[in-house]
Antibody
Framework: QVQLVESGGGLVRPGGSLRLSCAAS????????MSWMRQAPGKGLEWLSY????????KNADSVKGRFTISRDNAKNSLHLQMNSLRAEDTAVYYC??????????????????WGKGTTVTVSS | QSVLTQPPSASGTPGQRVTISCSGS????????VNWYRQFPGTAPKLLIH???QRPSEVPDRFSGSKSGTSASLAISGLQSEDEADYYC????????????FGGGTKLTVL
């Protein structure tokens, strides 16, 4: 079945770096855009970044622009998020998700359909 | 503060029909489709509705979505105790360079 499994979370000091990974299985990974979201403790969901099928196009939320970099390895069915200059406010559960395409009468749209279980990042001294 | 506005809480009794609203603007809900997710404590969000009202095959037809102008709603009929969870709306926002936005979430309590 379609599955996404995140890894790489942990405790890191402010200013430090961390690289998250997301292992995909059960679908043709290279056929889908992929995305990262996060959820701070007791808070709502926040979209962070997405990457196109061939990595030719990426987009980041303003809150992480210049600090986080999304990448993928289609040969290994894996998605990554390199996080640098981490701050206390980056403490959250980080989720990867598959981006599916839907269709209406005369238009297409995109949505995150399958999510991983998440990996926890704690930024603290 | 979330770009999309949801009531922080909602409640209903078993069997009742409840609705959760999601208010946005012309740059997001007014121009793009809305998705809804359900999240149980300590677990990942699960897709309930996409494309305003499309339901994945595994989602019961008790769940329905609708949209009018810059607002959307999720309706749950025949409320069950296992529906107690957090519900989030999401949409693409065309402002600036474009990005996905979420509502702040609604905690649904089954009384």
């Amino acid at each position: 079945q379609v599955q996404l499994v995140e890894s790489g979370g942990g405790l890191v000091r402010p200013g430090g770096s961390l690289r998250l990974s997301c292992a995909a299985s059960g679908f043709s990974f290279s056929d889908y855009y992929m995305s990262w979201m996060r959820q701070a403790p007791g808070k709502g969901l926040e979209w962070l970044s997405y990457i196109s099928k061939s990595s030719s196009h990426t987009k980041n939320a303003d809150s992480v622009k210049g600090r986080f970099t999304i990448s993928r390895d289609n040969a290994k069915n894996s998605l990554h998020l390199q996080m640098n200059s981490l701050r206390a406010e980056d403490t959250a559960v980080y989720y990867c998700a598959r981006v599916e395409r839907g269709s209406g009468d005369d238009f297409y749209y995109y949505y995150m359909d399958v999510w991983g279980k998440g990996t926890t990042v704690t930024v603290s001294s | 503060q979330s770009v999309l506005t949801q009531p922080p809480s909602a409640s209903g009794t078993p069997g009742q029909r409840v609705t959760i609203s999601c208010s946005g603007s012309t740059s997001n809900i007014g121009r793009n489709t809305v998705n809804w997710y359900r999240q149980f404590p300590g677990t990942a969000p699960k897709l309930l509705i996409h494309g305003d009202h499309q339901r994945p095959s595994e989602v019961p037809d008790r769940f329905s979505g609708s949209k009018s102008g810059t607002s959307a709603s999720l309706a749950i009929s025949g409320l069950q105790s296992e529906d107690e969870a957090d519900y989030y709306c999401a949409a693409w926002d065309d402002s600036l360079t474009g990005y996905w936005v979420f509502g702040g979430g609604t905690k649904l309590t089954v009384l």
